[in-house]
């Protein structure tokens, strides 16, 4: 179902920032909101009250739409749910899983559920729950990943459900923004372009990194896990592939992934952290603002449509 998604949430462009962990805090996600996207706030590194003090601050900065990520794997996300509704946030993104539990409370609460799918069956499956829309992620992106792309996945969930479908992964220019439209997308989420945001408050290394990336410098990690994560190529990926090669235990490469993230964003230790990147990091070459970064994409976008539109009207 296509959708006017910025009536749906309140925003003036169809872009999200995705959520990332240790990452998109509330400087951030203002940032994207006041620019007229939906930040969204991560908390898979936050319990509760943790999670409570970052959206008071967001309100402080912010009277835009913004959205709060639950991580359904993370040992506070009861705690995290009940601060969300007590602290009326309007949109929920969730990741890793089905947040049918929680339905029930937060459409009681008035927030809208946006879940990460990376399959039709989980699409279908969230839908039944009465989930308000979609973002379908492609294995272009960074972090935890499915297998299918981008360009597969969105048109199979457009096609299987009747909510709007958000489509995630490899986007961070107006060229990808109109793909993911004519591929019957309502909007797209984006991650690794936010990540050399001024406003990101990642650090100056793990940004420096993403600029310098090519095409083929990420690799996903976890295979053998069963959670794939797909990271920057740098010593701890290849010491994590390594582990895998020799049928390491789920403890060793538990003990060796443990805190790897937070390594690389906030010591910046970007060898032996986890520098989690989209497979598009290659196309991203500068810092900018959270609005130049919204306003370039979204104008691109615009003249791509018109000009595709009188290529092919004649
Ligand atoms: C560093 C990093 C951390 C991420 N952490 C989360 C997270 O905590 N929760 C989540 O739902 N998605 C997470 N993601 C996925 C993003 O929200 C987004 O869907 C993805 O980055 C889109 O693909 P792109 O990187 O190609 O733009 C993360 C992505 C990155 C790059």
């Given at each position: 179902m296509y959708a006017d998604i910025c009536k749906v949430l309140g925003i003036k462009y169809p872009i999200i920032q995705g959520?990332?962990?240790?990452?998109?805090?509330?400087?951030?996600?203002?940032?994207?909101?006041?620019?007229?996207?939906?930040?969204?706030?991560?908390?898979g590194h936050l319990d509760g009250e943790g999670c409570r003090q970052e959206i008071r601050r967001l309100k402080e900065m912010t009277d835009k739409p913004y959205a709060?990520?639950?991580?359904?794997?993370?040992?506070?996300?009861?705690?995290?749910?009940?601060?969300?509704c007590e602290e009326k946030v309007p949109i929920v993104t969730t990741g890793a899983?089905?947040?049918?539990?929680y339905m029930k409370k937060f459409k009681e609460a008035g927030v809208k559920v946006i879940p990460v799918v990376p399959s039709v069956a989980m699409a279908k499956m969230m839908v039944k729950d009465g989930v308000d829309a979609l973002i379908a992620e492609g294995t272009e992106s960074?972090?935890?990943?499915?297998?299918?792309?981008?360009?597969?996945?969105?048109?199979?969930?457009?096609?299987?459900?009747?909510?709007?479908?958000?489509?995630?992964?490899?986007?961070?220019?107006g060229r990808g923004i109109a793909a993911a439209y004519m591929l019957g997308a309502s909007g797209v989420q984006i991650g690794t372009r936010f990540l050399v945001a001024k406003?990101?408050?990642?650090?100056?290394?793990?940004?420096?990194?993403?600029?310098?990336?090519?095409?083929?410098?990420?690799?996903?990690?976890?295979?053998?896990?069963?959670?794939?994560?797909?990271?920057?190529?740098?010593?701890?990926?290849?010491?994590y592939e390594a582990l895998e090669k020799k049928n390491a235990s789920a403890e060793e490469?538990?003990?060796?992934g443990r805190g790897a993230l937070k390594k690389a964003v906030v010591d910046g230790d970007v060898d032996n952290g986890s520098v989690m990147s989209g497979q598009i990091a290659?196309?991203?070459?500068?810092?900018?603002?959270?609005?130049?970064?919204?306003?370039?994409?979204?104008?691109?976008f615009i003249q791509i449509m018109k000009n595709t539109a009188e290529l092919y009207s004649k």
């Open positions: 959520a990332m962990a240790w990452i998109s805090d509330a400087d951030l996600v203002a940032a994207v909101s006041n620019a007229g996207g939906l930040g969204v706030l991560a908390t709060v990520n639950v991580m359904l794997l993370s040992p506070f996300v009861e705690q995290i749910v009940e601060v969300i899983g089905s947040p049918g539990k960074g972090g935890h990943v499915g297998k299918t792309t981008t360009m597969a996945l969105v048109p199979q969930v457009v096609d299987a459900v009747d909510v709007p479908v958000i489509a995630a992964g490899g986007i961070a220019d406003e990101c408050n990642v650090h100056p290394n793990y940004k420096a990194k993403i600029i310098k990336a090519k095409d083929i410098d990420t690799t996903t990690t976890g295979n053998s896990t069963g959670h794939p994560v797909r990271v920057i190529k740098n010593k701890m990926a290849r010491a490469l538990e003990e060796l290659g196309l991203v070459k500068k810092e900018q603002t959270c609005k130049e970064i919204i306003e370039e994409m979204y104008g691109e």
